[in-house]
């Protein structure tokens, strides 16, 4: 039974130390560039957002206007975002200690050290808010000397949660259907305990609020509508990015044995949670809200498997563990036991979810070693006396090899060392540390900028920003994120209208080992009739001019495709092409199966591949995204580097050099046991009707 909250607190010292360590919890000082792609991503945004660019208009990314609330990138609204944080960070602390009583030092601490980054602290907060609200308003855990349940404490606190929870909407869209949901059980739960004045009010600020902060954040209230709504990014999101890496032991995938043990133990904590003493209302409150919040925390983590999203769950859970109260149903050994297990999976999960180091750094600190040595590395690698002889001369290399159990305390580190460094430069550490990351960027790219506007493709918005290049941004300002049909449009028709920039410095650099006509190929058709090359290569990119007029009809660039043929084709069976052709065309429709839709909606599918062969004679296998396929796009000849780009699309090349004789697509080994995709697909032959004055089919 949980304590009733108004007889068994905390001290006022412990809450007070217990708020710091979770204030302490979110970013201060804003991130470093480099040349890293969600480097790029996050100055772009910020950037755009100062050029006026509107979310859900001109710019569709995940991220909104208040995008540096999540991001703590440097630019528009860093500050704004700071302190929405702070408040969101001691409303964490208020409705925390309300709902764990004396164990909130023991949940502020697990904050602390786990925690890696304000996006992480997001989720906690709105997994606890449920909890304090029956909590804080059940007649079983409250001792009532008055009609109105609900104390002065319990009601500022919610209040102050509903004026807060819009600026995540507008931080980050992908918070908005949970949002949605949260908001909607919390208004139907108070409905049906007669609090219908609360939900007035609730709903009455929270719609206050969204419409302060995207005004504030200097939107105009027309374009708030078209945010909310533009749902594009978070739709195709799944399939196309979702990816592992792969690590198997004795024939069991360990990002997927993760997953069913995530699942499992959120089965087992949601049973715990409402098997307290609870009315059917709270539990059942209790069981929709906690399950949805545990199943998109879970889902985030797992889509990619990798990085700082792959512990989210894991803190989580370990703070739903800690606001269970002992009880005949979950004695306190068996809580210790689970507790155990939870933090054991979450410091060995680092290892093998790529969390800011992994195994893929172990064996790069041991090849770095061997063949510093003249050994030879794939040989040694399989030799135990190697390993030992590595780790013990090398101990620090070895050492600095290692995941990071508690990612959190590595944050708290990192923002320590800044405030000392600000200190001790008396506040220009921050710039000079700026700066010099800048003049890193700038040798890097190796371009110059030109007269005019220009963007950048596929990612490295970074290389224009580091040398104050006026930047004309695409709506999907990064290629690998324009992964459906709609999106690749609206990226290729902003190519002909009045906002197209003068050049582009254009480069094929694909993720995941995709196939590199899919990103953004549907424009290639439409940068040879607006562009041209100038000059030479500058670093890695080419530079293109435009060639026509800013402002031409959208049909410009979105009449260019003809039909000429289809064909139905089946996965794992190979299609065959005509070697005659200088270029084909072609566009896929491959639709998911029920189970694989349901699949994506709580975890992921197979991904596929394309294997290809070449007309003389190679074989190629690539990473195939159906969405993105879905548009036309050049199928044939491959093109992989930017050369091949310049030579086929504007140099009229009549060679047959990797030219698509057949190709095959499959179900690969991966993560997930679930094949998501129909067997039957059709494919499309197109011909293209406008181009730098030619023809090509």
Avoid at 198 to 218: D, E
Wanted: hydrophobic share 45%.
């Amino acid at each position: 039974m949980i304590p009733r909250f108004s007889k068994k607190t905390t001290s006022c010292s412990v809450f007070w130390f217990g708020l710091i360590l979770i204030l302490l919890s979110i970013d201060y000082f804003p991130n470093l560039p480099d040349v890293s792609i969600d480097s790029s991503w996050m100055n772009g945004i910020a950037a755009a957002l100062g050029q006026g660019a509107v979310p859900g208009r001109d710019l569709l990314f995940t991220y909104g206007p208040l995008a540096s609330m999540a991001t703590a990138n440097d630019g528009k609204g860093f500050l704004f975002g700071l302190i929405l944080r702070l408040f969101i960070a001691t409303n964490l602390a208020v409705l925390l200690r309300l709902v764990v009583g004396p164990r909130f030092l023991i949940a502020a601490a697990l904050i602390f050290f786990i925690c890696p980054s304000n996006e992480a602290l997001f989720y906690v907060w709105l997994t606890v808010i449920p909890l304090a609200i029956v909590v804080c308003q059940s007649p079983n855990h409250l001792e009532v000397g008055h009609d109105d349940r609900l104390t002065a404490r319990y009601i500022a606190s919610l209040i102050f949660a509903a004026i807060l929870i819009p600026s995540l909407i507008l931080a980050k869209l992908s918070f908005l259907p949970l949002s949605a949901v949260l908001v909607f059980l919390i208004v139907i739960f108070q409905l049906s305990c007669g609090n219908w004045k609360m939900v007035l009010a609730l709903m009455l600020i929270s719609a206050i609020s969204l419409v302060v902060l995207w005004i504030f954040s200097g939107q105009e209230l027309l374009n708030l509508g078209p945010y909310l709504l533009n749902g594009e990014i978070i739709r195709g999101y799944t399939s196309a990015m979702e990816w592992d890496i792969g690590v198997t032991i004795l024939g069991i995938n360990l990002q997927f044995l993760e997953t069913v043990l995530l699942y499992a133990l959120s089965f087992l904590l949601i049973t715990f949670l409402i098997s307290q003493k609870y009315n059917n209302k709270e539990r059942l409150f209790l069981l929709l809200s906690v399950s949805a919040l545990l199943a998109v925390v879970i889902k985030v983590a797992t889509v990619r498997h990798g990085g700082v999203h792959s512990i989210f769950p894991w803190i989580v859970l370990l703070v739903l563990t800690v606001s269970i109260q002992p009880s005949p149903n979950l004695h306190r050994a068996v809580r210790a036991v689970f507790i155990i297990l939870l933090l054991s999976v979450m410091v060995l999960s680092p290892i093998y979810s790529g969390d800011g180091r992994g195994l893929s750094q172990i064996v790069m600190a041991a090849r770095g070693y061997s063949e510093a040595n003249g050994l030879d590395w794939q040989k040694q690698k399989h030799i135990p006396r190697f390993w030992v002889t590595y780790i013990w001369r090398d101990s620090e290399v070895f050492a600095s090899s290692l995941s990071i159990p508690l990612p959190g305390l590595l944050e708290r580190w990192k923002n320590l060392s800044t405030v000392i460094k600000v200190i001790n430069t008396n506040g220009e550490s921050i710039q000079l540390s700026k700066a010099k990351a800048y003049q890193d960027i700038k040798a890097s790219c190796g371009i110059n900028p030109v007269q005019g506007t220009a963007d950048i493709y596929p990612t490295d918005i970074n290389c224009l920003l580091a040398i104050n290049q006026a930047w004309s941004p695409r709506p999907v300002l990064q290629s690998y994120s324009a992964y459906t049909p709609n999106l690749l449009f609206v990226n290729r028709n902003h190519l002909t209208g009045a906002s197209a920039p003068d050049f582009l410095f254009f480069d094929i650099h694909p993720i995941d080992d995709r196939l590199p006509m899919l990103e953004e190929g549907n424009s290639w058709a439409c940068i040879s009739n607006q562009y041209r090359p100038v000059g030479a290569m500058q670093g890695r990119f080419l530079l293109l001019k435009r060639k026509a007029e800013r402002g031409q009809k959208e049909d410009v660039c979105s009449g260019m495709f003809k039909v000429v043929e289809t064909r139905n084709a089946m996965l794992d069976e190979p299609v065959r092409l005509s070697c005659d052709h200088p270029q084909i065309w072609g566009s896929f429709e491959l639709q998911p199966t029920l189970v694989g839709r349901l699949a994506s909606t709580f975890y992921k599918t197979k991904r596929l591949m394309i294997d290809i062969t070449t007309c003389d004679g190679h074989s190629l296998s690539y990473r195939f995204i159906p969405s993105m396929a879905n548009a036309p796009f050049l199928f044939s000849p491959v093109i992989d580097n930017t050369s091949e780009f310049k030579r086929v699309m504007f140099e009229d090349s009549k060679e047959s050099a990797h030219r698509v004789s057949s190709f095959v697509i499959r179900s690969t080994s991966s993560e997930s046991p679930v094949r998501g995709w129909e067997q039957n697909f059709t494919f499309q032959l197109l011909d293209l009707m406008q181009t730098t004055g030619r023809q090509a089919k």
